[in-house]
Every structure is written in C-alpha cells, then in structure tokens.
Nanobody, 117 residues
C-alpha cells in the first residue's frame, strides 16, 4: 500500500503564492508518476500537473506559466509551487501517485486552497 500526505493549503489573497507538498510512503515503485488534481465545489476533479520519476512534466492549460511541479525522488515527495493565484484556483487539492508497475493510483486526503481578498 501507498500513503500520501499533503500539506501547505491555506487562505491567500489574489496574486499571492503557495507551495503544496505531498510525501509518499509505502510500496512505491521506482517508476511512477506523481501529480496534483483539484476539485472545486460543485465541479469534477480536474488534472493540474504531473511529473514522472524521470522528470517529465505536464500541466493543464489553466495553470501553465503560474504553477510549477517538482519532486525529490530520494524523499518520495512532490511539490506544487503556485504563483499569481486567482479566485478560480480555490479548491481542494489532491496528490496522486501512479505506480506504473502495478498500474495503481493512490490519493491523498486533500488540502484546501482558498484564494480570496
């Protein structure tokens, strides 16, 4: 099994920045993809960004140029640096890990990000 623990969510003003962290533990394959999704009230969960164990990044169009995903493989930790935050970024942010070998997805419990003045 894999456990994911997110942290870093907060209330921030428009234009502000936050950094989310997600630490993974358990049976983690060397080859994996870690990423972030978010879910706003009344909306479906949507993809935000991902990064492979080899460092290949992918972003949703809505966050390109504002958000940066990174990871520390030695710590099994992924980060999401969010800059120039907008009210529409308000959501619960979820960490995801995809174990390529066993083809399984794992989710964190979520962390709330609220962008409001």
């Amino acid at each position: 099994q894999v456990q994911l623990v997110e942290s870093g969510g907060d209330l921030v003003q428009p234009g502000g920045s936050l950094r989310l962290s997600c630490a993974a533990s358990g049976s983690i394959s060397t080859t994996n993809v870690m990423g972030w999704y978010r879910q706003a009230p009344g909306k479906e969960r949507e993809f935000i960004a991902s990064i492979t164990s080899g460092g290949t990044r992918n972003y949703a169009d809505s966050v390109k140029g504002r958000f940066t995903i990174s990871r520390e493989n030695a710590k099994n930790t992924v980060y999401l640096q969010m800059n120039n935050l907008k009210p529409e970024d308000t959501a619960v942010y979820y960490c995801n890990l995809y174990n390529v070998i066993v083809r399984s997805h794992y989710w964190g419990q979520g962390t709330q990000v609220t962008v409001s003045s």
